[in-house]
Nanobody, 126 residues
């Protein structure tokens, strides 16, 4: 069973930066892509970013491109989301997710992620 534990959320002001972490356990971390999603109050969950197992490929939602960076440290079984120039619209619960197929790049396709963390809340005040 794969376990994902997010951390790093909090309350920040517009323009601030924050780094989220997601620690994974339970299987060969480097074989699977990892993704970040978010869900704002009253809205559906949406894709934020994805990174391949090796870290060589990344993809981003248009809304965060140029501001957010996804990365991973396979030696630490951890994926990160560096968030810069935060806006109130970035306020959401952020979830990390682990891909279901080794070597695949799920991107924004939720059903291609097999495991999800419990989420960490990011609040950006104006």
């Amino acid at each position: 069973q794969v376990q994902l534990v997010e951390s790093g959320g909090g309350l920040v002001q517009t323009g601030d930066s924050l780094r989220l972490s997601c620690a994974a356990s339970g299987r060969t971390f480097r074989s699977y892509a990892m993704g970040w999603f978010r869900q704002a109050p009253g809205k559906e969950r949406e894709f934020v970013a994805c990174i391949s197992g090796t870290g060589g490929m990344t993809s981003y939602a248009d809304s965060v491109k140029g501001r957010f960076t996804i990365s991973r440290d396979n030696a630490k079984n951890t994926v990160y989301l560096q968030m810069n120039s935060l806006k109130p619209d970035d306020t959401a619960v952020y979830y990390c997710a682990a891909g279901s197929v080794p070597g695949s790049m799920p991107g924004s396709i939720e059903y291609m992620y097999a495991y999800w963390g419990q989420g960490t809340l990011v609040t950006v005040s104006s």
